[in-house]
């Protein structure tokens, strides 16, 4: 038995015909950029997310950016960023200008803290940057709190968890402004780039727009009124999001019920599943274990047919790239580098693949404990 990571052509199968008819209707109605599919989008993802206002735009790193240039976020201000997430979160924070401040993790939950964010904070920090890493919500309440009292903003990344939810309200709504990547592999995924900003502020999205279409505001073709970019979101990609959408849910609960059947063949083995708080209500994005001795344990899975993931290997203060910040000693999401795995996950997962996957990690591990003469 082989088991592929992410199967998207499952999920492909089951929007065929809608997939196709969105093609087409874009297609001969030749509008490409913008109109009638990019605004029904944008409506349904803002009612989706919970929140009155959404802008598509072409990525997730570009709704980061675009979100904190729009804010002002730029030369001589930190905005605090956890350490484990998808380089792109920092990035964004580089080209807006500013100075990425990196921050440790829970170790159980591989989230950001409200203490972790409360001891980063100077008279620089203008915001922060909280990821809902895996799919699981971070304490988005502990963190308000703490950033209205220190007046700073806070966005989420929430490219990983659409869907997700904290304290039964959708990632994207908690905040400022929630940003989302549409990439092919993401729980909503386009057929190419895509991204978007939701958010409860008019003017924030307004401003955002703006900025993604060559600094015209809306309904002014001709106006120029800032020097603005090409981030806008396809019609293509939104016709495809708009099938895509329809699923989200069903999609989302079944990888709940995968999650739930991995939770019970791992009971017992000397791996960790990542936790989600009481609170939170995880999209399931990844299936993300700590093991010790990670890497035999993959190359064990690997032989077994069972391709998995590391996300991410390398924790983004480490990386080349923000090495002129200094290296700033982050131990959880250091060790957490080392031990993390990301079994497969998407919502055609079977019950035998599941199985399979449990029964080459009992096998693994209690070859060790033969070898070793105690538990790994
Ligand atoms: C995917 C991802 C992004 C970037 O999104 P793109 O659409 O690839 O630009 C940002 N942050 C996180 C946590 C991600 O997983």
């Not at 030369?75 to 956890?82: A, K, L, M, W």
Request: charged content about 20%; glycine content about 8%.
């Amino acid at each position: 038995m082989t088991i592929p990571f992410l199967d998207l052509q499952a999920m492909h199968r089951e929007l065929e015909e809608q997939i196709d008819e969105a093609w087409s209707k874009v297609s001969s109605s030749a509008g490409f950029i913008g109109g009638e599919f990019v605004e029904r989008f944008e409506a349904q993802w803002a009612e989706y997310c919970g929140v009155p206002h959404c802008v598509g735009v072409s990525s997730g790193t570009a709704a980061l950016e675009l979100c904190l240039s729009a804010l002002q976020i730029g030369p001589g201000s930190e905005v605090i960023v956890p350490a484990n997430t998808f380089v792109a979160t920092a990035a964004a924070v580089v080209r807006a200008g500013a100075r990425p401040v990196f921050i440790d993790v829970d170790p159980s939950t591989l989230l950001v803290t409200a203490t972790g964010v409360e001891d980063a904070i100077t008279s620089r920090t203008e915001a922060v940057i909280v990821v809902h890493l895996y799919g699981q919500p971070a304490d988005m309440d502990a963190i308000n709190q703490v950033a209205t009292a220190a007046g700073i903003a806070v966005i989420e990344d929430a490219a990983q968890a659409h869907g997700a939810t904290w304290n039964g309200k959708r990632t994207g709504s908690l905040s400022l402004a929630g940003c989302f990547s549409f990439y092919p592999g993401k729980n909503l995924g386009a057929f190419g780039d895509a991204g978007a900003v939701v958010s409860h502020d008019p003017a924030l999205i307004d401003r955002i727009r703006c900025m993604s279409n060559h600094g015209r505001p809306k309904g002014h073709p001709h106006l120029h009124e800032m020097i603005g970019s090409t981030n806008r979101l396809d019609a293509l990609q939104a016709a495809i999001l708009l099938a895509k959408l329809e699923k989200l849910d069903a999609w989302n609960a079944e990888r709940r019920r995968a999650a739930r059947q991995y939770e019970k063949v791992l009971a017992g083995h000397p791996v960790e599943i990542v936790s989600t708080a009481a609170r939170a209500r995880s999209s399931h994005h990844l299936m993300v274990i700590q093991a010790p001795r990670r890497d035999e344990l993959r190359q064990e899975l690997a032989a077994d047919g069972i391709a998995t993931g590391i996300h991410y290997p390398i924790p983004c203060h480490r990386q080349q790239a923000f090495r002129t910040n200094g290296i700033p000693s982050l131990p959880v999401a250091e060790r957490a580098a080392d031990r993390i795995l990301s079994l497969p996950m998407f919502p055609h997962l079977t019950e035998a693949q599941i199985a399979h996957v449990g029964n080459a990690i009992e096998r693994t591990c209690s070859r060790r404990e033969a070898l070793l003469g105690l538990p790994s």
